[in-house]
């Protein structure tokens, strides 16, 4: 008996996300500024920033006041693309009918819900066809080299999607699947049952944020590899489809969409990477086989 006792004690305690204290936003006692807001907002001005650094080197493919347009145009794409993208990508549920669209309160004409950013649901997948959007209008006004202002842009996303997970994280939302024994830092979240689970949205902040930040950074500004257009945003899509192709395997399916794993085998967000996969792929090949711009090139006026 003694033994037995001595055994359960030594079994660590899971963690639990309410212990630790984490607020969702700042109470500001007339409105409470949420930190996924607040993420937003840090990782588009930080990638601001950082474009008006990189547009100083030579041989940049857009000048201040394109980044300026970019500025806007790419924020816009990312509210209304992330939204849109959720909306059509993970609302579905067994239906295969997008809910967002199609739930109308009495009276409504309109479906009210997808305004509702408050309440949470957006999808990177979608934010990204709304910045190449965004990019491609950018693009065309000024007569740029989309390709090449992807490479630029694409460097800079990173920073968003680091905040952003760090929101999801301070949320207790989009948590992982249940943890086997041997992991010690699983946690159980709220609404989440009793079980611990992996906290995949630190996963997602490391990987697709951190670390593939650091690999752009480092291509940028300790190679020539802005000299070969597309082989930085490749490379970008290449690290993210493939880390949240790993991560989705720790990630919890969206409760609408667990049905749709099942069947399919894969999550819709694996299955949202393997286009972005293909391209990246496609992006660096091109990029490698073609000869590389001279140092020499002019920046735009």
Known sequence: MLSLLAAASAVPQPLHWADLGLKRGLDLGFFTLRYYSLAYLAGILLAYWHTLKMIRQPGAPMAQRHA?????????????????????????????????????????????????????????????????VAIAWVSWRGGLSFVRVCDYIGVCTPFGLFFGRLANFINGELWGRVAGSGVRWAMVFPGAGDLPRHPSQLYEAGLEGLAMGVLLLVLFWKTRARWRPGLLAGSGLMWYGCSRFFIEYFREPDAQLQDFAARTGLSMGQWLTVPMILIGLALVLRALARPELGKAAPAAA
């Open 68 to 132: 300026d347009d970019l500025f806007f145009w790419c924020t816009m794409g990312v509210i209304l693309g992330g939204r849109l993208g959720y909306a059509a990508f993970y609302t579905g549920g067994a239906s295969g009918v997008p809910s967002l669209f199609t739930h109308f309160t009495p009276g409504e004409r309109v479906s009210w819900d997808l305004l509702r950013l408050w309440d949470g649901g957006m999808s990177f997948h979608g934010g990204l066809i709304g910045v190449l």
